[in-house]
């Protein structure tokens, strides 16, 4: 597979982050010389927060991980993710692979079944050869290092053209607080859909309630505004992890929550940046919406609209098919306020071509790997940023031209 | 442009209506060698009723329309449309060259101003050429023909593969009461959304108000429910037109009612049969959901589904990505529940796949081009049908592959 052309140029150093060790191994799960099996341990009292896939549809782990989140966090937690099955939509079957799973790390490891938390991802309504997994944890317990995380963002890979990583360091009070994550997404899962898995670990102190709030809350503005294609996994997954190894609390502390904030948009851009075809990296701004609300459906039609994205595909600043998503989002606009900007260049003002666009302008902007779609609504204060990538025939060649 | 390969064989033959009158012209608004623009002239009294795009952003004729649709209905009635130019986001200048037209059709014809509707379908953002099709208003006057409606359906085509006719004969109390509608849609407009323009005209004797609940009604069941990439356009346009000359009132008859439901979803099926690179004639038929809403939300997030698209695209059986659009449709849902089928062949039910399963059967039902998508969702007497097509190359070639 050739790797996107939106990748970054080589995975990050990523620190070592006290009190959690990570493990890898081959399970065969259903590819062939990769590891696809990633096993972490947390410290005893480690804090676990997370968010989840809203679909109906959920998998069995997802389902699990949301019993599980917010209960006792007194012992060492484990997280298990395997790739090349999903375990989706595999009825009774899957729960209980779930449950032989979680229970089989509990064997294994002596951590409570409560604090053991599975993903897969992968191929979805085929029975997870869970026992290929099961043979694996000895050894995924006897190798646990510290060192493991960009292994085990490798092993969670599907079609994934690169692995994703991110981290900070934030001092405070003279004193470093880490945190490292990983991610995988939006490269395809043959023969199924794209899922979202992304694992995050800190050595802050910080209680589960005051950790999920940050998390939640700095999901809805970053992983929560990223669209490849308007699709939805089954199994989307966010984790995070605090050991608290580094004894300083973060609870309430801005600049702890501004790094997490910034190391989880910058996950969720390497996402987008690994879309399915994607050949362009997009941003889009909507200001002077009614109100946040609204700024959103504005932001999130247009991000979605296969016209606008195969327009920039196109390499065309066809602001036109812009106008037409601004109309169907339902969100309140005025077609005579409306302004429309690629960048710095104004395309369309008081209802009309601004004086000021240059057809050879736009079309040179739109040359660029980075495009940046800027809409003021010109009603209020309202405000969304979304992130997604062009729509490509290398989309459809990805997507359809195979058989399962 | 080659023909979608799901055209109908030959453009039907449509009776005259009596009381309607037409002719064509080239005026050169956009393209060369073609006619572009079309003038329908409605007898003396004639009822007319519409519906029209929802979207904030729309047109300045669609806003006219709107205006005028329920007014005075005791004289004659005009209908213009030119292909080749919207007149969309063209702020006042659009509205001034609306105001134009209507007024130069009214100086020629004679009708009164109020009863003037119009239409454009093209390019957007650019000025109409308003003087162009003005200065073919008197031949058009002059040329009307009651036999001119399969040139009206050629005349209002954009980048459409084939012209749109459907027709239908009520027999009431013994006499005949005819119906003959023509549309264009979803062929590119280039370099902008394609527009969907529908003309019914009918000798029937109805009064606006019982004319406009029954187009309205039956516009929810059909071209409501037809999707090829869930862009709307600023122009969505359905006119219909009733004469009264065959004297027999079909206020409340259900056989009219029904014949005219028909006509439309034949025309709206033309119209998804002309997406843009189309080779897949798809309906998703959506039951036992909670309420006729959700199964309507099932149906819409399956239809638009870009996944469920390219699976089609692609003659993959791939109900995982159907399982995929119900859960994030935002409807209620349970997944082992979930009954899908291909056809009659069943796929998936009790939260997996079916046992009943056969990839064969199901790979080879999916090479047909007209493919039925089955989804019951197994908790009350909702349901929901939609019409849409696959996502292709084609698609992106027509909507990518050039510079506006």
């Given at each position: 597979m050739t790797i996107s052309p939106l990748a970054p140029a080589a995975f990050p150093d990523l620190p070592v982050i006290d009190g959690v060790t990570f493990a890898t191994a081959a399970a065969g799960v259903k590819y062939e010389g990769r590891t696809d099996v990633m096993l972490a341990v947390l410290a005893k009292g480690s804090s676990?927060?997370?968010?989840?896939?809203?679909?109906?549809?959920?998998?069995?782990?997802?389902?699990?991980?949301?019993?599980?989140?917010?209960?006792?966090?007194?012992?060492?937690?484990?997280?298990?993710?395997?790739?090349?099955?999903?375990?989706?939509?595999?009825?009774?079957?899957?729960?209980?692979?779930?449950?032989?799973?979680?229970?089989?790390?509990?064997?294994?490891?002596?951590?409570?079944?409560?604090?053991?938390?599975?993903?897969?991802?992968?191929?979805?309504?085929?029975?997870?050869?869970?026992?290929?997994?099961?043979?694996?944890?000895?050894?995924?317990?006897?190798?646990?290092?510290?060192?493991?995380?960009?292994?085990?963002?490798?092993?969670?890979?599907?079609?994934?053209?690169?692995?994703?990583?991110?981290?900070?360091?934030?001092m405070i009070d003279g004193s470093p607080v880490k945190i490292a994550g990983i991610a995988k997404g939006s490269g395809m899962i043959a023969p199924d859909m794209a899922t979202m898995l992304v694992y995050i670990f800190t050595d802050a102190v910080i209680a589960q309630p005051a950790l999920q709030s940050l998390v939640s809350a700095h999901n809805d503005a970053t992983f929560n505004c990223i669209t490849v294609d308007s699709d939805t996994s089954t199994s989307d997954t966010l984790l995070i992890g605090a050991t608290g190894a580094s004894h300083i609390d973060v609870t309430d502390n801005a600049d702890f929550s501004t790094a997490l904030h910034d190391l989880m948009k910058d996950l969720a851009h390497q996402v987008v940046r690994d879309g399915e075809g994607a050949t362009k990296f997009v941003t889009i701004n909507v200001t002077?919406?009614?109100?946040?609300?609204?700024?959103?459906?504005?932001?999130?039609?247009?991000?979605?609209?296969?016209?606008?994205?195969?327009?920039?595909?196109?390499?065309?600043?066809?602001?036109?098919?812009?106008?037409?998503?601004?109309?169907?989002?339902?969100?309140?606009?005025?077609?005579?306020?409306?302004?429309?900007?690629?960048?710095?260049?104004?395309?369309?003002?008081?209802?009309?071509?601004?004086?000021?666009?240059?057809?050879?302008?736009?079309?040179?902007?739109?040359?660029?790997?980075?495009?940046?779609?800027?809409?003021?609504?010109?009603?209020?204060?309202?405000?969304?940023?979304?992130?997604?990538?062009?729509?490509?025939?290398?989309?459809?060649?990805?997507?359809?031209?195979?058989?399962?």
């Open positions: 676990v927060a997370g968010v989840f896939t809203r679909s109906a549809t959920r998998s069995a782990c997802v389902l699990d991980c949301q019993d599980k989140i917010g209960g006792p966090s007194d012992g060492k937690a484990a997280i298990l993710v395997n790739s090349g099955n999903s375990n989706a939509f595999t009825g009774k079957n899957g729960t209980a692979a779930v449950n032989t799973l979680t229970s089989a790390v509990s064997t294994t490891t002596g951590i409570d079944e409560t604090r053991v938390f599975t993903s897969s991802t992968g191929v979805i309504g085929e029975p997870l050869p869970h026992d290929k997994i099961s043979a694996k944890l000895s050894e995924l317990n006897a190798m646990q290092s510290d060192a493991g995380i960009a292994d085990a963002a490798r092993a969670i890979m599907t079609t994934d053209t690169f692995p994703k990583g991110a981290s900070a360091t934030v002077g919406a009614a109100d946040d609300q609204d700024a959103r459906l504005v932001a999130m039609a247009t991000a979605n609209s296969p016209l606008v994205k195969t327009a920039i595909a196109g390499e065309d600043p066809n602001w036109g098919r812009i106008v037409m998503a601004v109309g169907k989002s339902g969100a309140k606009a005025d077609r005579d306020l409306l302004r429309i900007s690629l960048g710095d260049l104004l395309l369309a003002e008081n209802g009309w071509r601004s004086p000021a666009y240059s057809e050879d302008a736009a079309s040179a902007y739109m040359q660029g790997a980075t495009i940046d779609i800027n809409v003021d609504l010109g009603l209020g204060a309202g405000s969304s940023t979304v992130w997604t990538c062009d729509l490509t025939h290398g989309y459809i060649t990805i997507n359809a031209d195979y058989r399962s």
